[in-house]
C-alpha cells in the first residue's frame, strides 16, 4: 500500500488516499505516535455502485465537502461531512488524475487517457475546456487571476513500455504481470518517463487563449501550486508564480512577467 495524495481539510484534520486500495483516511495531525487504529475511514470504494480501484485526488469545496477523484472506472466523488459518498460525476476516460475547484466554485477536472480537462458545475454538468495534446493530465490548478494552469504528459496513441527486443529464435519462459494503464504499479515498474519523457504546463485564461508555458525534458510533472510574487514595493509584479515538482526529485519555481 502506497499514499497517493493527502489535504488538510477546512476542518484541521488531515485527509490521506492511498493506492491501490483506493480508500480515504481521515487523521488527526495533532496526534502522538501512530494513529494506525484511531484513522477514521471516509471514503471506501466497495461502498459504492461503480467500486473504482484508484483513488488519485482530493480536494475541498467552500462547503467542507470532499470531492474524490477515482479510476478504473473515472470518476468524482462527492463526501458531505459524516455522510456516504455520491456519485458527482463519471467519465468515459480511463482516470480522472487531478482536480481544483474555481473562484465560481466548480470543479476543473483532469483526465488520463485522451488529457481532457473539465470544468464541473455545482450540479455535476461537465464542459471540456482544453483537449490536450498530451494523455494524461496530472496536475490542475487555479492562478489567483482565475487562469487554469494544466500540466501533461505522454503522448496520445502510443503505449508507456518499450517493445521487446525479440531476435532469433528461442523459447522463452516468462511470468507477465497486466497493470492498469496509469495506475501507481505501472509506473513504479518502469523506469522509463513515460511517453515522450516530456512535462508541459497550459494556461486557459479570459478571452479562451492556450499557451505552452512551459516544457521540460526528460522530467515527469507531478505537482504545481500557485502564488505571486511581491515586487520591492509590497506589490504583486507577476500574473503567476508557480513551483513544479518533477519525477526525478526536482522542484522547479517559474513566474510569467506581465506584458
Not at 494513529?35 to 484508484?54: G, M
Not at 459518498?85 to 482516470?95: A, C, G, N, R, W
Not at 503567476?240 to 512577467?257: K, P, Q
Request: some cysteine.
Amino acid at each position: 500500500m502506497s499514499v497517493q495524495t493527502v489535504r488538510m481539510g477546512p476542518d484541521g484534520m488531515l485527509y490521506a488516499a492511498t493506492l491501490p486500495s483506493g480508500k480515504v483516511y481521515k487523521l488527526d495531525p495533532h496526534a502522538e505516535g501512530k494513529t494506525d487504529d484511531s484513522a477514521t475511514l471516509v471514503f471506501d470504494p466497495q461502498a459504492t455502485q461503480e467500486k473504482p480501484k484508484y483513488v488519485w485526488d482530493l480536494a475541498f469545496d467552500a462547503k467542507g465537502r470532499l470531492f474524490v477523484a477515482t479510476g478504473a472506472p473515472a470518476a468524482v466523488y462527492r463526501v458531505t461531512p459524516g455522510g456516504k459518498p455520491e456519485l458527482f460525476y463519471k467519465s468515459d476516460e480511463e482516470h480522472i488524475r487531478t482536480l481544483a475547484f474555481d473562484k465560481a466554485g466548480n470543479l476543473i477536472a483532469g483526465s488520463d487517457g485522451t488529457g481532457l480537462v473539465y470544468r464541473i458545475d455545482p450540479a455535476g454538468k461537465a464542459f471540456v475546456l482544453f483537449d490536450a495534446p498530451k494523455k494524461e493530465i496530472t496536475s490542475v490548478i487555479v492562478a489567483p487571476d482565475g487562469s487554469i494552469y494544466a500540466a501533461g504528459v505522454g503522448e496520445k496513441g502510443r503505449g508507456n513500455l518499450p517493445p521487446l527486443p525479440v531476435t532469433g529464435q528461442a523459447t522463452v519462459t516468462a511470468t507477465i504481470t497486466i497493470v492498469q494503464p496509469g495506475s501507481v504499479q505501472a509506473f513504479s515498474g518502469n523506469s522509463l518517463i513515460p511517453d515522450g519523457r516530456s512535462c508541459t504546463r497550459y494556461r486557459r485564461a479570459t478571452g479562451r487563449r492556450r499557451r505552452l508555458e512551459w516544457e521540460g525534458r526528460h522530467s515527469l510533472l507531478v505537482a504545481m501550486d500557485a502564488g505571486r510574487r511581491a515586487g520591492g514595493d509590497g506589490q504583486s509584479r507577476a500574473g503567476f508564480t508557480g513551483s513544479v515538482m518533477t519525477g526525478r526529485g526536482r522542484m522547479w519555481r517559474i513566474w510569467r512577467r506581465r506584458r
